[in-house]
């Protein structure tokens, strides 16, 4: 991805400045928002090693399979609890917009997150 190019999360920051930083390592998420947003942005750039580090060690899938099909659009953050940095767990609800064989789909998921090792990470859809 381009250094000047708007990052995938929709923070309206360069990507180089925002999720690039998480997804190079040269930091981690303070929040679960801003995990999940990495994470998001992830997903839009096929960047599978971050996926699978920041994925809770009981839930971690052994890869990532990416739809070269799917495109992800945008990103909408509805709500969070807990997850700040004073939190060890914390929710994320949004809407992520995808194109897929040419058609404009939404994906709608309340994100559970914990903290691991003093870091934040994914554990799975909360119900």
């Known amino acids: 991805m381009k250094r000047q190019q708007t990052c995938p999360c929709d923070s ?3 990507y180089t400045e925002c ?3 998480l997804h190079r390592g040269d930091a ?3 929040t679960a928002e801003a995990l999940m947003r990495s994470r998001y ?8 090693g971050y996926l699978l580090r920041t994925w809770h060690s ?3 899938p052994q890869r990532v399979d990416f739809d070269p099909a799917l495109r992800w659009t945008g990103l ?3 709500g969070t609890t807990g997850g700040s940095p004073f939190h060890t767990a914390g929710t994320v609800e949004f809407n992520a917009s995808y194109r897929q064989n040419g058609r404009a789909e939404v994906m709608h998921e309340n994100s559970g997150f914990a903290r ?3 870091r934040w990470v ?3 859809a909360a119900v």
């Open 116 to 118: 691991e090792d003093g």
């Open 19 to 21: 999720c690039g930083v």
């Open 28 to 30: 981690t998420a303070n």
């Open 41 to 48: 942005s992830a997903y839009a750039v096929g960047d599978e």
């Open 12 to 14: 309206g920051k360069s």
């Open 58 to 60: 009981t839930t971690r």
């Open 122 to 124: 994914y554990v799975e």
């Open 76 to 78: 909408e953050i509805l």
